[in-house]
């Protein structure tokens, strides 16, 4: 495994364990108290279990560049659960002085999801680039639309305030959220399936 997502892990699970053991009274006052706690393990276990499930044995045919695969999806599983980690941690707050880090994340996060998932997609499996790009597309799309669900019965049910920009802000963000998340996948397809007009071959 490389240092990023290794560290990664390691920090998410100390984390999300002191999170879970110590007093809520303890905790800054937009903490999603023991919800952030269990985000953070869960977070932790995706990035380390989800990139094996796609290896293959290393004798396989062309296992080297299937393996790089599972690779590039454990960097995009930590770069995504890190920076909504961090939002958690205290970056979403900073909507309070003019910066919208939710905003900002719900662009760039679905355009590096669509770039990189891409690549995984056509080197594990094969894929064309243009089949692999339409579906790494509509994979984050549908993320989008199941974390912003999952939102919604968070902050109903547990008491969460993962809908708005932070504490103290109830403005529901879920309509913008979602047309930023189509953004940025455009953008990111766009990328990937322009780029060969821009190379010299």
């Given at each position: 495994m490389k240092r990023l997502p290794l560290i990664s892990i390691f920090t998410l699970l100390v984390a999300g364990l002191i999170i879970n053991l110590v007093p809520i009274t303890w905790l800054p006052s937009f903490f999603d108290g023991r919800y952030l706690g269990w985000s953070m393990i869960i977070g932790a276990l995706t990035i380390y279990i989800l990139p094996t499930l796609i290896k293959v044995p290393v004798n396989s045919p062309d296992a080297t560049k299937k393996n790089r695969a599972a690779e590039i999806l454990q960097y995009l599983l930590t770069i995504d659960i890190i920076a909504?980690?961090?939002?958690?941690?205290?970056?979403?707050?900073?909507?309070?002085?003019?910066?919208?880090?939710?905003?900002?994340?719900?662009?760039?996060?679905?355009?590096?999801?669509?770039?990189?998932?891409?690549?995984?997609?056509?080197?594990?499996?094969?894929?064309?680039?243009?089949?692999?790009?339409?579906?790494?597309?509509?994979?984050?799309?549908?993320?989008?639309?199941?974390?912003?669900?999952?939102?919604?019965?968070?902050?109903?049910?547990?008491?969460?305030?993962?809908?708005?920009?932070?504490?103290?802000?109830?403005?529901?963000?879920?309509?913008?959220?979602?047309?930023?998340?189509?953004?940025?996948?455009?953008?990111?397809?766009?990328?990937?399936?322009?780029?060969?007009?821009?190379?010299?071959?």
């Open positions: 909504n980690a961090l939002g958690s941690l205290g970056l979403y707050e900073l909507y309070q002085i003019g910066i919208p880090y939710s905003y900002i994340l719900h662009v760039a996060v679905p355009l590096i999801s669509t770039l990189l998932l891409s690549i995984v997609i056509t080197w594990r499996w094969q894929v064309r680039t243009t089949r692999a790009t339409i579906i790494a597309f509509c994979l984050v799309i549908i993320c989008g639309i199941l974390w912003e669900v999952f939102e919604y019965y968070s902050d109903n049910i547990w008491g969460t305030h993962l809908a708005v920009l932070g504490i103290g802000n109830t403005e529901n963000t879920t309509v913008i959220n979602l047309i930023q998340d189509t953004i940025g996948a455009i953008i990111g397809a766009a990328i990937i399936l322009l780029r060969p007009r821009f190379v010299k071959k």
